[in-house]
């Protein structure tokens, strides 16, 4: 059972590091001695508060991005965001943010391509849960395979 006053000071080091860096948060859980599914839960939750962040204030974030960058984001049809973004729409974004920009730049991308807030909110925050249970139980199960190795 979860003691969780022992455990509160991992799990919020655990969202404070998925809330930067989604596959930084997982290895770090394990290595604070977390079992994967709180681990999961946390980096997903503190995904998925990076995301609406962004995506519940995206008219000025929108409006700074397009001042910032201007057509560079949405422009070039060559582009690899725009080539996802044509071809898959939010739900590409959603599974591809996660392991390549992360949270805020994804829903940023995702909301100067506009993309409705809570569509764009509910799939990066499903693509953030998916991928961090994928990569805690590859990571769980390759410190396994090492440790049976050693015995």
């Known amino acids: 059972m979860l ?4 455990e509160l000071p991992k799990l919020l080091s655990v969202f404070g590091i998925a809330f930067f860096s989604l596959w930084a948060s997982i290895p770090a859980g394990l290595a604070l001695g977390l079992s994967p599914l709180p681990i999961i839960v946390t980096s997903a ?16 974030v929108r409006g700074w991005i397009m001042r910032r960058f201007g057509d560079k984001v949405t422009g070039d049809p060559n582009s690899a965001v725009s080539r996802v973004w044509a071809r898959y729409g939010v739900i590409g ?7 390549t920009t992360g949270a805020q730049i994804g829903a940023a991308v995702g909301m100067a391509l506009n993309a409705s807030p809570r569509r764009l909110f509910l799939l990066m925050s499903v693509g953030g849960l998916l991928w961090a249970a994928l990569f805690a139980v590859a990571i769980s199960l390759g410190i396994m395979g090492v440790q049976q190795a050693v015995q």
Do not use: W
Not at 45 to 60: D, H, N
């Open 93 to 99: 974004l959603a599974l591809l943010a996660p392991v």
């Open 3 to 6: 003691d969780l006053a022992a």
């Open 45 to 60: 939750l503190s995904y998925a508060a990076g995301v609406g962040l962004v995506a519940f204030l995206g008219a000025p």
